[in-house]
């Protein structure tokens, strides 16, 4: 991957891409950040379509869940070598707009996402991680999430919903080749064996996030599980990194 700069970004800055034109703007502006000269957008292939195609790799650029991807992905991997794009919100900017979409409020989340909130994505697609013509890109951004009244109250449902979000900034962005890279999730300092409760305290995270990544780990053959004691599974690393 050649060097992308990380500089601010506004809707006014996108260049409007083939195909670009009905899409949510944090992903049309993620894909114009990932764009390079001679990259082709919206390419179909094989029953789907693609939102880079880069020679002979494709890069798919996924804003929500990952579950929905799933099937796509294992289409496209039979074929072709294919890079996935996660943004995580390590900042995001809430501004509320009314029914006619003035501005009525602005204000800084408290919640700040970080590079190993990307495993909880991951475990979707477990079952791909270990193949060779599979990468991961994370990208740690500034967005903004534009919340409107909603228009069906229903019971339960909060007042507000998302309208949309916007991409501001683009903070750093990490990429994963090969399983043995996955493993700067685990603290060098971690002695094995280890268990996720080990792992949580290692990363001062809750258990359950220490699960998710053991979980990938291990899907991907970089853990290995040495036995199973009272207090848990324990594992050891399967690279070097």
């Known amino acids: 991957m050649a060097h992308r700069s ?18 949510k703007p944090l992903h049309a502006s993620l894909k114009a950040w990932m764009s390079e000269p001679g990259d082709e957008f919206e390419v179909h292939i094989g029953g789907f379509v693609a939102d880079i195609v880069r020679g002979s790799l494709i890069i798919e650029i996924q804003t929500g869940s990952t579950f929905p991807l799933k099937r796509k992905l294992h289409a496209l991997l039979k ?24 501005e009525i409020g602005s204000r800084k989340s408290p919640k700040r996402g970080e590079l190993l909130d990307v495993f909880d994505q991951l475990v979707n697609l477990r079952d791909l991680l270990g193949d060779a013509n599979f990468s991961i890109e994370v990208v740690l951004i500034h967005v903004e999430e534009i919340r409107r009244p909603r228009t ?90």
């Open 79 to 102: 074929h072709h070598a294919v890079h996935l794009v996660i943004p995580i919100a390590q900042q995001k900017t809430i501004t509320a707009i009314d029914e006619a979409g003035n």
């Open 152 to 241: 069906t109250r229903r019971r339960r449902w909060k007042d507000w919903e998302v309208h949309e979000r916007r991409l501001i900034e683009v903070f750093d962005h990490v990429s994963f080749h090969h399983p043995g890279d996955f493993l700067a999730a685990i603290p060098a300092t971690l002695e094995e064996p280890f268990t996720t409760a080990d792992l949580s305290k290692a990363i001062g995270r809750p258990r359950r996030v220490a699960q998710q990544i053991a979980y990938c780990l291990r899907e991907m053959d970089a853990l290995a599980v040495v036995d199973r004691k009272r207090e848990g599974i324990r594992y050891v690393r399967s690279f070097n990194g």
């Open 6 to 23: 990380l500089t601010p970004m506004s809707e006014q800055s996108v260049r409007p891409h083939i195909g670009t034109l009905n899409e």
